[in-house]
């Protein structure tokens, strides 16, 4: 073999080593994709919402507290879901129509005496799967940020909607602020059904969120009188904050 024929063999083993390494490289990367797609889910959960310091939803009396601080499983879906026979606005899912049995009747009580004295309360949104918020989740931290999902948003295991025990109501216009009419009736009466002002103003410091004058969560009207009487939280009544 000729120096010239020694130099060109050289290269050709060069170059075939290289294009190997590409094809290694390539493929390692192919199977890293592969693997981030088939458990994007759990690569989502675990990198984004995962909280060491977090425990297993807390009860007490009968009833179930769920915040940053106790949250649900991913797969915990209440019993006894029923459609809520109610008006809702026109742009949510099927899921969020339905709640748990005795709260959907509670929900349909409470709007049929609300019109009864002029007050139209139009459903927002019920249950939610985990699934359904970390969908949430994601979508408003894209389009509104941080800041915003950290105050009105639950983290994915941590919203009361999983629970089937909590429904947003909103007004005809679709946009209940704290000095609404809906929203005034709402404060003064809803213990009378069972429910409560789940994120009351002043109270940010104790639930974690910011006001939410249209979120209300059933605990029964014992429970939901006591809480409406004292002017506390669901944390205060149960003594966990």
Same mark, same amino acid.
Do not use: C, W
């Given at each position: 073999?000729?120096?010239?024929?020694?130099?060109?063999?050289?290269? *050709?083993?060069?170059?075939?080593?290289?294009?190997?390494? *590409?094809?290694?490289?390539?493929?390692?990367?192919?199977?890293?994709?592969?693997?981030?797609?088939?458990?994007?889910?759990?690569?989502?959960?675990?990198?984004f919402f995962y909280r060491a310091e977090a425990a297993g939803a807390y009860t007490d009396r009968g009833i179930l507290l769920v915040n940053d601080s106790f949250v649900l499983d991913?797969?915990?879906?209440?019993?006894?879901?029923?459609?809520?026979?109610?008006?809702?606005?026109?742009?949510?899912?099927?899921?969020?129509?339905?709640?748990?049995?005795?709260?959907?009747?509670?929900?349909?009580?409470?709007? $049929?005496?609300?019109?009864?004295?002029?007050?139209?309360?139009?459903?927002?949104?019920?249950?939610r799967s985990y699934k359904s918020q970390k969908d949430i989740y994601l979508?408003?931290?894209? $389009?509104?940020?941080?800041?915003?999902?950290? $105050?009105?948003?639950?983290?994915?295991?941590?919203?009361?909607?999983?629970?089937?025990? $909590?429904?947003?109501?909103t007004n005809e216009a679709n946009w209940m602020t704290g000095e609404s009419t809906e929203a005034r009736w709402l404060r003064d009466n809803c213990h009378l059904f069972g429910f409560i002002l789940r994120y009351p103003e002043g109270k940010e410091h104790i639930t974690g969120k910011s006001y939410e004058p249209w979120h209300l969560r059933y605990v029964g009207k014992d429970a939901a009188e006591e809480i409406y009487t004292q002017g506390i939280t669901l944390e205060e009544y149960m003594g966990v904050y």
């Open positions: 073999m000729n120096e010239r024929s020694s130099i060109d063999y050289k290269l *050709r083993k060069k170059k075939r080593k290289s294009k190997r390494r *590409r094809l290694k490289f390539l493929a390692i990367i192919m199977i890293i994709f592969s693997f981030l797609f088939i458990f994007k889910d759990e690569v989502i959960d675990r990198f991913k797969k915990y879906k209440p019993g006894s879901l029923r459609k809520v026979n109610i008006d809702f606005v026109g742009n949510i899912s099927s899921e969020e129509k339905y709640l748990t049995e005795p709260v959907a009747d509670a929900v349909e009580e409470m709007f $049929a005496t609300a019109k009864k004295e002029g007050i139209i309360l139009v459903g927002s949104s019920g249950y979508r408003d931290l894209a $389009a509104k940020g941080e800041e915003y999902v950290s $105050a009105y948003v639950a983290v994915p295991g941590s919203s009361e909607h999983q629970t089937g025990l $909590a429904m947003d109501i």
